[in-house]
């Protein structure tokens, strides 16, 4: 019988992708998926670092699977991803969970079946991780898990160094993967059946700066959009600096790039955007967010927003308010502040006067804004026509199926008159917060070529 794999991801779409990879890697080995940690050989965790709780849930997760390891000592433990990549957090799990077998990081992911083996012949925890990337690595397996929906990376790390994040010091200098990969990999996924792709990067929009030729993110973008067959395009995530006007031309010009726009804003206030080192004032992201709701219509507009950075004021809070109001996001994820350590801010933390309980009321009192107006950009949704991407069975009742706008919008339609992986027009017929319900209105589209670029 092969031996099988379990992998939990935690963290962005980034870290989902390279899970494909892991797996697809382990399959290659002769692996075979298992559905629970108790019945695989090797479990991985690929964890995320971006804040505490993220820390918190990950080391969590390593105490509850220690008596399966006891239980069964051949298994292989290993522990993969940003949390790797932070010396402090490696330490921890020295301490914390020396019954671990195996610690690699982002950038060198692709050793996995190497690290395998080495670690089945140490007696010794292996930790093997690498302070810089080696350039792009090109042509792994990888075994791919959104259904019709396919991530491809165009662009690793991160230079912007803001100075909450801990990206920068995980995913390591930016590099862009050469365009006539992504398009090969795209090429190949569109013949596979795949409708839907994301391109990833933590700034996609700085894609192509460190390539030898003139070669941007809308330039990609353009030739993504003519692929033949090609289904739907999507894109993450967008740092608001480097949204150009050129970019927005070419998002209203593309005709299967899809009009929702992620572009986190952080802060409503100068000041605190200034010490986070974002390079934006508030006056010109609002530029950028009129210029993309006057070119792309119906654009459906998403952000992040952190709350109880090191010197937020009331009045800096404030204006974060103030901007959501003016902004009226279609939804937003929103954050306290977590200290990360090696990052700029946590100096300004010693001076900060403001509690953590008095950030969590930042919290609270952002949320009711920002969940009150999507509800309400919801509401104003009913009755009208969307075509939607059907993913599957929802996991509360199988018998509703989830789906998406163009605009990312969370559908549930019956799933009686809908087919997984196809496209189908819906009329909304309830709004929540979160999603939207809806009744199909014909039969299901099958054609991309019919589907792109319709009902917007
Ligand atoms: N590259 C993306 C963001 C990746 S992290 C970008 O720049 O848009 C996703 C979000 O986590 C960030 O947008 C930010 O809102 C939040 N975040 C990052 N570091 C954080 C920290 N130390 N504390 C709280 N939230 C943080
Ligand atoms: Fe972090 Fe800023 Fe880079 Fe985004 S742009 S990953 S928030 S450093
Ligand atoms: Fe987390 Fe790393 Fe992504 S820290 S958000 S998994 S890049």
């Known amino acids: 019988m092969a031996e099988r794999y379990y992998i939990r991801t935690w963290g962005c779409q980034m870290n989902e992708r390279d899970s494909e990879v892991l797996a697809g890697q382990l399959e290659a080995m002769g692996y075979e998926p298992a559905e629970r940690p108790e019945e695989a050989d090797v479990v991985?965790?690929?964890?995320?670092?971006?804040r505490d709780n993220a820390d918190q849930k990950q080391l969590g997760e390593l105490g509850r699977l220690k008596p399966l390891k006891t239980a069964n000592p051949r298994m292989l433990l290993g522990v993969a991803g940003c949390m790797a990549q932070v010396p402090e957090a490696v330490e921890r799990i020295r301490r914390q969970a020396p019954f671990v077998d195996l610690v690699f990081g982002t950038h060198n992911l692709h050793k996995l079946p190497e690290l395998i083996e080495k670690a089945r012949r140490s007696d010794e925890m292996v930790v093997?991780?690498?302070?810089?990337?080696?350039?792009?690595?090109?042509?792994?397996?990888?075994?791919?898990?959104?259904?019709?929906?396919?991530?491809?990376?165009?662009?690793?790390?991160?230079?912007?160094y803001c100075t909450y994040c801990i990206v920068p010091y995980t995913r390591g200098r930016e590099r862009s993967r050469r365009p006539?990969?992504?398009?090969?990999?795209?090429?190949?996924?569109?013949?596979?059946?795949?409708?839907?792709?994301?391109?990833?990067?933590?700034?996609?929009?700085?894609?192509?700066?460190?390539?030898?030729?003139?070669?941007?993110?809308?330039?990609?973008?353009?030739?993504?959009?003519?692929?033949?067959g090609i289904g739907w395009v999507r894109y993450m995530t967008s740092?608001?600096?480097?949204?150009?006007?050129?970019?927005?031309?070419?998002?209203?010009?593309?005709?299967?790039?899809?009009?929702?726009?992620?572009?986190?804003?952080?802060?409503?206030?100068?000041?605190?955007?200034?010490?986070?080192?974002?390079?934006?004032?508030?006056?010109?992201?609002l530029e950028t967010v009129d210029r993309i709701r006057e070119r792309i219509p119906g654009a459906t507009l998403t952000t992040d927003?952190?709350?109880?950075?090191?010197?937020?004021?009331?009045?800096?809070?404030?204006?974060?308010?103030?901007?959501?109001?003016?902004?009226?996001?279609?939804?937003?994820?929103?954050?306290?502040?977590?200290?990360?350590?090696?990052?700029?801010?946590?100096?300004?933390?010693?001076?900060?006067?403001?509690?953590?309980?008095?950030?969590?009321?930042?919290?609270?009192?952002?949320?009711?804004?920002?969940?009150?107006?999507?509800?309400?950009?919801?509401?104003?949704l009913v009755g009208r026509e969307f075509e939607v991407l059907v993913e599957?069975?929802?996991?509360?009742?199988?018998?509703?199926?989830?789906?998406?706008?163009?605009?990312?919008?969370l559908v549930l339609v019956p799933g009686e008159r809908v087919r997984a992986g196809e496209w189908a027009r819906v009329r909304i017929t309830r709004a929540h917060t979160w999603t939207l319900e809806a009744e199909p209105t014909g039969a299901p589209l099958a054609q991309p070529a019919l589907a792109a670029g319709e009902a917007r």
């Open 44 to 50: 991985l965790l690929n964890t995320c670092t971006i």
């Open 128 to 160: 093997d991780v690498w302070q810089y990337a080696q350039g792009v690595q090109e042509h792994l397996p990888s075994r791919r898990s959104g259904g019709v929906r396919a991530w491809v990376n165009i662009i690793y790390g991160c230079d912007k």
């Open 180 to 228: 006539e990969e992504i398009l090969a990999e795209i090429r190949a996924l569109v013949a596979q059946g795949y409708r839907e792709i994301t391109l990833l990067g933590q700034n996609v929009n700085s894609y192509g700066h460190d390539l030898p030729e003139r070669y941007d993110f809308a330039d990609l973008l353009r030739d993504v959009d003519r692929l033949p």
């Open 239 to 285: 740092h608001p600096r480097d949204f150009t006007p050129r970019l927005i031309e070419t998002l209203a010009e593309t005709e299967h790039v899809c009009e929702h726009v992620h572009l986190p804003v952080q802060s409503g206030s100068d000041a605190v955007l200034k010490r986070m080192n974002r390079k934006y004032t508030v006056a010109q992201y």
């Open 305 to 380: 927003i952190i709350v109880g950075f090191p010197g937020e004021s009331e009045e800096d809070f404030e204006a974060t308010l103030e901007l959501v109001r003016r902004v009226r996001y279609d939804n937003a994820f929103t954050f306290v502040y977590s200290p990360r350590a090696g990052t700029v801010a946590t100096r300004w933390l010693a001076d900060d006067p403001t509690t953590e309980e008095e950030k969590h009321r930042r919290l609270e009192r952002l949320n009711e804004v920002v969940y009150a107006i999507a509800r309400e950009k919801n509401e104003a």
């Open 392 to 409: 599957g069975p929802s996991r509360k009742d199988p018998s509703v199926f989830t789906a998406r706008t163009r605009g990312n919008k």
